[in-house]
């Protein structure tokens, strides 16, 4: 997942639903310990990249606007919360039921 995936993709909706069912799906199960972690890593990675703020990453990707920045946030952000409710999940702590709300 990470080697087809980049931060800079704006994550379409599309791609962003498929990354949620891929995140419940794949990474289900303490056999993927390790690639939850990595994700969880990359995943605050590209949080921590996104807060360091518009004048920054317009460094990078020029046409970013701030509203580019807080979508990308919520989305990035609801990958983490549905990875670490699967990684609850394999560890037997409960997690409540998850709401998911696709943009």
């Known amino acids: 997942m990470l ?38 890593q990359h995943l605050d990675y590209v949080l921590g990249q996104l807060d360091l703020g518009l004048e920054y990453l317009q460094q990078h990707k020029p046409n970013l606007n701030g509203g580019d920045i807080q979508s990308m946030k919520g989305r990035y952000g609801r990958l983490k919360k549905i990875l670490l409710e699967v990684d609850g999940q394999a560890r037997g702590t409960p997690t409540g039921k998850a709401n998911y709300h696709f943009q």
Do not use: N, Y
Request: with cysteine; aromatic share 14%; net charge negative.
């Open 3 to 40: 080697l087809v995936w980049s931060e800079w993709d704006d994550l379409r909706p599309g791609g962003f639903f498929e990354m949620c069912i891929s995140i419940q799906a794949d990474f289900s199960g303490t056999e993927m310990r390790d690639h939850q972690e990595d994700l969880l």
